[in-house]
């Protein structure tokens, strides 16, 4: 999972990752970024602009730039690219009319140049809907086994359960 990509990417963990965390509207961008940070997901509006959150996980410091996917703000995602050290895609599993769409901005980062071979995490979300796609059928309908220039992965997940998702999730403590 992410974990396993950031001890990769970082020989020193007590670093700051930045993290873009993007994908179409709807899929699920900001419920996954609030479980991450064990925030309350009982009322999520769609993202007009951006969110940015710092999450602490296993020491690593995440700075997590959540940008809205609706059709219109999707050209300004470039305008986040600079410094990105993972690509987060989120894809909404269970929304097949829209699986074409998705791969097609999905290659359009990937051929992106300020882009070029930082690590992409795909999650195939919204696995606890009936209708859901299996990682599997959305990693073949991508093509994702011809990404050769970067390290990838997909990760079936619900963020609305937290299933898939936990591999990342904060810790807190307890009281004694």
């Not at 700075?63 to 059709?71: A, E, P």
């Not at 990838?152 to 359960?161: R, V």
Request: charged letters at 25%; glycine letters at 8%; one cysteine or more.
């Amino acid at each position: 999972g992410l974990l396993s990509i950031l001890r990769k990417l970082k020989s020193a963990p007590d670093q700051e990752v930045r993290i873009l965390l993007l994908g179409l509207d709807n899929g699920g961008k900001t419920t996954l970024l609030k479980q991450l940070a064990s925030e309350d997901i009982s009322h999520i509006t769609p993202t007009q602009g951006f969110n940015i959150k710092s999450v602490q996980s296993q020491g690593f410091k995440l700075n997590v730039w959540d940008i809205g996917g609706q059709r219109k703000i999707r050209p300004y995602w470039r305008n986040y690219f600079e410094n990105t050290d993972v690509l987060i895609y989120v894809i909404d599993s269970a929304d097949r009319k829209r699986f074409e769409e998705t791969g097609q901005e999905l290659a359009e980062l990937l051929d992106e140049e300020k882009l070029s071979g930082v690590p992409v995490l795909i999650f195939a979300n919204k696995q606890d809907l009936l209708t859901a796609a299996p990682a599997s059928e959305i990693a073949e309908g991508l093509n994702l086994h011809t990404i050769r220039d970067r390290m990838w992965q997909i990760q079936s997940c619900s963020a609305l359960t937290g299933e898939g998702v936990q591999f990342c999730k904060v810790k807190k403590a307890k009281k004694s």
